[in-house]
């Protein structure tokens, strides 16, 4: 079983080698959440975007970001 990490929720496309693009849905399971495709034999685990190293200023005409990368509802 491989396993990828992906930054994408709730859903993961991915393409098989026939070329059929197929979708399935992570799941809050214990390790956090993972999906796993019986097609591909792929286990995709979510991974939170790595913070950049790049310094970032704020822009004062824009308005904050909203992400999904800072839920907390990981252990770390
Ligand atoms: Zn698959």
Same mark, same amino acid.
């Not at 929720?9 to 495709?37: F, N, S, W």
């Not at 790595?50 to 824009?62: D, I, N, V």
């Given at each position: ?65 909203? /992400?999904?990368?800072?839920? /907390?509802?990981?252990?770390?």
């Amino acid at each position: 079983m491989r396993t990828v990490y992906v930054a994408e929720y709730p859903a993961i496309q991915h393409r098989h080698g026939d070329g059929q693009v197929v979708t399935v849905r992570l799941k809050r399971l214990p390790g956090g959440l993972r999906a796993t495709c019986v097609g591909c034999e792929t286990e995709f685990v979510y991974r939170k975007p790595t913070p950049s190293r790049t310094p970032h200023y704020k822009s004062p005409l824009l308005p904050p970001v909203k /992400g999904n990368w800072d839920t /907390g509802d990981e252990n770390q």
